[in-house]
T-cell receptor
Framework: EPEVTQTPSHQVTQMGQEVILRCVPI?????FYWYRQILGQKVEFLVS????????KSEIFDDQFSVERPDGSNFTLKIRSTKLEDSAMYFC?????????????FGSGTQLSVL | DAKTTQPNSMESNEEEPVHLPCNHS???????IHWYRQLPSQGPEYVIH???SNVNNRMASLAIAEDRKSSTLILHRATLRDAAVYYC?????????????FGTGTRLTIIP
């Protein structure tokens, strides 16, 4: 089965630094998502993206966050100035269409540690 | 977002069937019921979904109550690899809804 791939699997950064998390969604999918999961907590929605623009975002997705699809294959999440509370596992997901019956395919995540 | 209620945790013996319940009493007529699971150190994984009728696939079965206010995910013969957190999620019928909203899920422990 096709997979969503995420790189790197682990990222360590200093507080205040910028990080870019990378994802390659499944090739014929049109809708892309970022979720995060703080250790021991539930999976939280960050943002959805379609047709080169944000479709929906959560309260977590503030001005420090941005998403981009720079080259038609990669889908990136940028955090401009990381904070300690940004430490979490970040999951990318994609789906082919937006139908209620469509399943999301998740990547295996990037563990971000902010020191 | 429409709410679902699941037990925090369940245990089952290996090779026995497991029934994971979910209550969704505020479900609307065209909301889909999805189940995902998250194995340790992995991203969520789709398991099954349904609307009104019971559904079967290679991973599990989904039994939906006649009034659709509850559903049950059935693992017919649990293995150690089924130990995971299982999430019941409603996909509401708002065309603009883009996201799956995860609850706290049920942590399933399989006893060898």
């Amino acid at each position: 089965e096709p997979e969503v791939t995420q790189t790197p699997s682990h990222q360590v950064t200093q507080m205040g630094q910028e990080v870019i998390l990378r994802c390659v969604p499944i090739s014929n999918h049109l809708y892309f998502y970022w979720y995060r999961q703080i250790l021991g907590q539930k999976v939280e929605f960050l943002v959805s993206f379609y047709n080169n623009e944000i479709s929906e975002k959560s309260e977590i997705f503030d001005d420090q966050f941005s998403v981009e699809r720079p080259d038609g294959s990669n889908f990136t999440l940028k955090i401009r100035s990381t904070k300690l509370e940004d430490s979490a596992m970040y999951f990318c997901a994609s789906r082919p269409t937006r139908g209620q019956y469509e399943k999301l395919f998740f990547g295996s995540g990037t563990q971000l540690s902010v020191l | 977002d429409a709410k679902t209620t699941q037990p925090n945790s369940m245990e089952s013996n290996e090779e026995e069937p497991v029934h994971l319940p979910c209550n969704h009493s505020t479900i609307s007529g065209t909301d889909y019921i999805h189940w995902y699971r998250q194995l340790p150190s992995q991203g969520p994984e789709y398991v099954i979904h349904g609307l009104t009728s019971n559904v079967n696939n290679r991973m599990a079965s989904l039994a939906i109550a006649e009034d659709r206010k509850s559903s049950t995910l059935i693992l017919h013969r649990a293995t150690l690899r089924d130990a995971a957190v299982y999430y019941c999620i409603l996909i509401i019928s708002n065309f603009g809804n883009e996201k799956l909203t995860f609850g706290t899920g049920t942590r399933l422990t399989i006893i060898p």
